[in-house]
């Protein structure tokens, strides 16, 4: 039978991350004499202590025990327990529970990629990319909470050699602004140069004030050499990057194509390509797909080589004909 018996549980029902959120627990004696009587409770994997720690309650009577904790940066279950004491140990009698929600929380859903004159597209898996391109990004991020906030993305780029680079929004941009409950924006930002090979970090985090509500990481990848399938050919991106004593110089490469669809081969070619310093060039290779080989999936491969036939770069792309 209970005694020391929970009337009220007193917490507020959402929160901001960091915030000091303050409990009250009222607890009535329902015994027929006097109880010493006290209170625990737990949060988020937190004990939960109360002031005052135990007191002396008599028949009938109600208390109030107080504490106070630090919102985290997530929803949390706040758990309370009441104690009673027998005169030789405390004794575990009633049990209450208060979930706590964030008040302000938002996501990042996506971050988007696109050339000039090129459509947009969601960065998935890393995705690879021309060199030497203007690169535009954007970011979408939506409110998921249960009330609005201001929302700012920072949004940095960390190129092939380590350097890191933090772009602006672009004039207009939804940055700075006030989001409502149940909906989304999308940010645009400054474009950069994929004048670097290698790999490309994108990093969009997502705030409201000191508040850090989300982040999220997707890579590109940019390779000397960029494989582009278009309706009845193919399309080579090649860089130059050659260089002599840390100088970019002209040179004469080497730019090999195979494809290959069903073990039949339809393309297979090899040859001298002349580059000025730093250009870059693209090649076309007109494919016209044999009868019947709609829905066979092949590849295309293709490599750069210096005029030693050193291989400096080299991809390899799968194909279905449609």
Do not use: C
């Not at 002031?51 to 706040?78: A, H, I, K």
């Not at 860089?239 to 393309?267: F, Y």
């Not at 076309?284 to 009868?291: E, G, K, N």
């Amino acid at each position: 039978m209970t005694r020391a018996k929970i009337v009220e549980l007193i917490a507020p029902s959402t929160a901001v991350p960091g915030d000091l959120v303050s409990v009250k627990v009222r607890i009535k004696n329902v015994f027929h004499d006097w109880l010493w009587m006290s209170v625990f409770g737990h949060f988020d994997g937190i004990d939960l202590y109360f002031s005052p720690e135990d007191t002396e309650v008599g028949e009938g009577e109600t208390v109030s025990f107080t504490s106070s904790f630090t919102m985290p940066d997530r929803g949390t279950n706040l758990n309370i327990w009441s104690f009673y004491s027998d005169g030789v140990q405390w004794i575990e009698d009633d049990f209450a529970t208060s979930k706590i929600r964030l008040s302000i929380v938002g996501n990042v859903s996506a971050i988007w990629m696109w050339h000039p004159g090129q459509t947009r597209e969601v960065i998935g898996a890393p995705k690879e990319i021309e060199m030497g391109r203007e690169v535009r990004l954007s970011v979408s991020w939506n409110n998921i909470g249960e009330a609005a906030f201001v929302g700012h993305v920072d949004l940095t780029v960390t190129y092939p050699d380590g350097t890191i680079r933090s772009l602006a929004a672009r004039a207009g941009a939804f940055q700075d602004r006030e989001l409502l409950p149940g909906y989304g924006a999308s940010t645009d930002f400054q474009s950069f140069s994929s004048l670097q090979r290698g790999r490309y970090v994108i990093r969009a985090i997502l705030t409201s004030g000191a508040i850090r509500l989300d982040e999220m990481r997707r890579e590109l990848v940019a390779a000397l050499i960029f494989i582009e399938e278009r309706a009845e050919m193919i399309k080579l991106t090649v860089t130059n990057q050659s260089t002599k004593d840390g100088v970019a110089v002209s040179a004469v490469l080497r730019i090999s194509i195979r494809i290959v669809v069903d073990s039949l081969t339809l393309i297979e070619q090899v040859g001298n390509v002349s580059f000025g310093a730093g250009q870059t060039r693209s090649l076309i290779y007109p494919v016209t797909p044999p009868i019947g080989s709609a829905g066979k999936r092949g590849a295309i491969t293709a490599s750069v080589a210096d005029p030693m036939d050193n291989i400096i770069d080299e991809d390899t792309e799968e194909v279905t004909i449609v």
